[in-house]
């Protein structure tokens, strides 16, 4: 975990770079390179300015999590979401309840919709949080992998629980305690992400969809079957189906299910394993059954009188997306109380009413009736206790198991 | 081609003035070269010398990286994508084959057919181009959709059977399958070929055709023995310019293709953003290049042109 020392270039070597750098064509010749660094101990002088560069180890974290917090005096927090994941008014440029957060409390959110894949985006924060300076976000949502990851590299900071008084007490119970953020002590949900089957009644033709193994094996769905890129969603549903709890499944589980689909991949039942993109396709009827994220279901269904999902017996998964405060951030207090603003039932209503994914908020109900009475009756939106009690969260992953799992779902994908 | 000299300038006035416009001079085109360098440097160079630092490291995420001039990284990636690689070659050597062969006639008909309406198509070979990349891709879905007209039509003829027989398709659909992402390819790297084949064709000497005409070549003959051979800086860079960036494109075989046709950036972007393999996807990226490289130097040499267009 230390800072890695370059080795030096000898003089000789660092001679004949300067004077390459001064002569112009004369000088950089593969040749006199050699020559420089006949003496040291790389056989390619060039390549010792290689050794320079290192990437520092991730869980750094220098001169501390905390930036000063400039709450009192700033009246902003810098809010970064996912596009398309928050309220808007008819004409598409306000949010109304950023607008009441603001007329309530004095606090203007400057909010950017600059999150469009959790990879991506951990690959834009990592240089500056591994590097302990700021990102200029005082807030993020991260989907429960990459949150548990970033808890574990210290990247975020713990949250005040005096701040957070709506939050604690109508989180929703089957959010509360993710065994990579007991009793959510860095993290609460934005939305919760139910992942089901979805269908396009059209395109099956009366043949009956009910769990994931008529996806992997009825022969009259080959090629026109899809699953997820998200590995722990498509491994999650596959481990339910196969009778195994995504909390607490070992290698030898992870493995066989590994299998099952890899089977399924050789005889062309999967056509294929997709982002967002299945929506388009399903609606085609290219691919008659899949894998879906609700929010993209209710919205699917909405638009098109064919599509429709099933939960399977044996349950279905949900993720979260997160709310994390990143170390340095300025306003920590103001993105506290921006997060406690977003539990108040009738602001979650309002939130709710607009995104169709799952609230992660208790009591939302009569808020929601209000607005949308289909909304508030709709499971995939306000999960009843029934519908609670089927749902199954994927366990945290050490980062060797997290490695050694993408690897082996990025094999049963192709590459 | 300007005839106009100009007269040396009379000692007697040069001789003062000497020196500062012949100092500057000597130093004018270095400083026209520094933007160009600057550039170069810092997102070319410095990114370069980055990723083969990156290639040869080892460690992990939580523990840093560390050089360690570990090369089997290579030869491990090697082994381990070879499928991938040579996949990328294929498909990018028959999208450029395609591109070549849609794009010639098209790139002549331009050049010496077209009249006053080269400029019009001129424009709709560019056309393309004002919208994103990625919405052009999405838009074979719809074309190649399992129920459209196009793969219908290509059922009916029973097209489908003999590339679904060579593995090009598997069943009755064109998506998620080979053939879809070569077409993907070649639609969107076909304007790279057409714009150096039309530079190189345009600038063809009319009378040279007239006068192989005068010596009772035939015109297939005038196409064999003068036109194609003067257009070959144009095929050259043409297939340069498709084939590279298509053996390096992942977006195609990401959206039209399948489990079965990753090709080698979709395995580079899996290693960089989903394994966090930093070293294995930088290796990869050198190996492709010194693949690229090396075809292209091969490609340069045998075709027997020194110009590109």
Redesign the interface.
Known sequence: ?EQ?EPDRLTPVQAAAMRRSLRN?RAAMTRRSLLRASAGGALTVGG?G????????????TQGGTSAQDHSAQEKVVNFSNWTEYIDVDDSGKHHPTLETFRRRTGITVKYTEDIN?N??F??KIKPQLAAGQATGRDLMVLTDWLAARVI??GWVQKLDPSNLRHAYTNLSSQFRDPDWDPGRAYSYPWQGIPTVIAYNKKALDGVEVRSVSDLLDNPKL??RVSFLSEMRDSIGMTLLDMGKDPAKFTDDDFDAVVARLQKA?DK?Q????TGN?YT??LT???IAACVAWAGDVVQLKADSPDVDFVIPDSGYMTSTDNLLVPNKARHKTNAERLIDFYYEPEQAAELAAYINYATPVDGVKPYLAKIDKDAANNPLIVPDKAMQARSHSFRSLS?KEE?AY??KF?K???? | MSTLQEAPPPLATAEPAKKSPRGRGRLTPYWLLLPGLLWLVVFFALPMIYQASTSVQTGSLEDGYKVTWHFATYWDALVEYWPQFLRSVLYAAAATVLCLLLGYPLAYLIAFRAGRWRNLIMVLVIAPFFTSFLIRTLAWKTILADSGPVVHALNSLHVLDLTSWIGWTSGDRVLATPLAVVCGLTYNFLPFMILPLYTSLERIDGRLHEAAGDLYAKPSTTFRKVTFPLSMPGVVSGTLLTFIPAAGDYVNAELLGSTDTRMIGNVIQTQFLRILDYPTAAALSFILMAAILLMVTVYIRRSGTEDLV
Do not use: H, W
């Not at chain 1, 300015?49 to 750094?60: D, F, H, M, R, V």
């Not at chain 1, 049963?412 to 590459?415: D, N, P, V």
């Open positions: 975990m890695y112009g390549l300015a290689l050794t320079g560069c290192g990437i520092p180890a991730a869980g750094k894949d990879n991506e951990f690959g574990r590299l080959k090629g991949v062309g999967i056509r294929r394993f993109d388009s396709d085609k009827g290219d980062q490695t993408e690897e990025a049963l994908t192709g590459a």
